[in-house]
């Protein structure tokens, strides 16, 4: 595998190799259904696509969001995920989602299903960072400050630790919000990714070189309140690069993450092939914050990860020092 960057591929070839098959907005208002009108009303009609299972056998009485409600992506509801398969994504690769995306969550102040999350640094020098609305709040003690501060340009730089996660679980997590926005007809190539998710154990198999993904990030404010998802599939059989893409967008990050089909990649195995980017670009009167800036994520292990830390730029409008004297944490 090799992975390219814009100025190789150019910001049209993603368009040459792909074309789109769904794109969805997804945040907090009125709810929606992914699923037709049958199998929204009448539950003993539904079948979950993760485990083939229909009612009896399980049942579909919990809301199955199609994305995780942490990244506050509540509106849109799946007729395709049933009561068991929910809870285990839940307590399992959900989780890892989760825990990878906080420290990023904690500081744009996404409002997931329990607010906004804090994140609490423990030792001898604990502190907190809180955000509310548009402020973030971070107590800490004077000589202990958690990030460095960059006057002339407006920036705070956090370096803030990650809770123990696996990137298998993360990347399973990523790959169930495409599969869930997969058309059905679609299904029939997906067999194996769809096995490899719903099994917890991330050592048991893998998808080896597949379990990457790209991130964009994008400076200054942007709405933290929302997911953007598209789905694109490979124009030609025969192109070097893999059939399926899912996009999805929150706050100042676009994740590109390839979705493998053992039907349709097997002419990919063993071969390096190249990955086109999709042309993610800022708009001009967003050019004042930077560029966007790339970055190739590796989430092939299938260890658990401890100490990992997470380095944040945040560009402010103003900082106020404030004395208090309440304990930290
Ligand atoms: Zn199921």
Redesign the pocket.
């Known amino acids: 595998m090799t992975d390219s960057t814009n100025e190789v591929n150019g910001g049209n070839w993603f368009h040459q190799a792909y074309h789109p098959i769904g794109f969805w907005s997804i945040g907090l208002g009125h709810r929606t259904y992914l699923g037709d009108e049958t199998h929204i009303r009448d539950k003993s009609r539904r079948v979950?696509?993760?485990?083939?299972?229909t009612t009896p056998a399980?049942t579909f009485n919990k809301e199955a969001h199609v994305a995780p409600q942490l990244l506050a992506a509540r509106n849109l509801l799946s007729v395709y995920?049933?009561?068991?398969?929910?809870e285990n994504f839940g307590i399992g690769i959900e989780n890892d989602l989760g825990i990878w995306t906080k420290p990023h969550r904690a500081v744009l102040r996404v409002p997931g299903q329990k607010g906004v999350p804090t994140i609490i640094g423990m030792g001898p020098d604990p502190w907190r960072i809180e955000g509310s609305g548009t402020t973030l709040k971070v107590n800490a003690r004077r000589d202990a400050m958690p990030y460095e501060v960059d006057e002339e340009n407006h920036l705070i730089i956090m370096e803030i630790l990650r809770d123990p996660y696996t990137p298998a679980g993360v990347m399973k997590a990523f790959v169930r919000i495409g599969l869930t926005l997969m058309p059905d007809d679609e299904l029939v190539n997906f067999s194996k990714l769809m096995a490899w998710i719903q099994n917890p154990n991330h050592k048991a198999a893998h998808i080896g070189t597949w379990s990457w993904i790209y991130e964009t990030t994008f400076p200054g404010p942007m709405p933290n309140d929302r997911v953007r998802a598209g789905l694109f599939r490979r124009k030609s059989e025969e192109g070097l690069y893999p059939y399926m893409f899912l996009m999805l967008a929150y706050g100042n990050h676009a994740y590109q993450v390839p979705l493998f089909s053992v039907e349709r990649d097997a002419h990919l195995d063993e071969k390096r092939f190249e990955v086109p980017l999709y042309p993610l670009t800022s708009s001009a009167d967003r050019a004042a914050f930077g560029h966007p800036t790339e970055t190739l994520i590796d989430l092939t292990g299938t260890e658990v990860i401890q100490g990992e830390t997470v380095k944040i730029k945040l560009s402010y409008d103003a900082r106020e020092e404030v004395t208090d004297v309440n304990p930290v944490v």
């Not at 979950?48 to 299972?53: K, Y």
């Not at 995920?81 to 929910?86: A, F, I, M, Y």
């Open positions: 979950c696509r993760f485990c083939g299972q399980v995920e049933c009561d068991v398969c929910n």
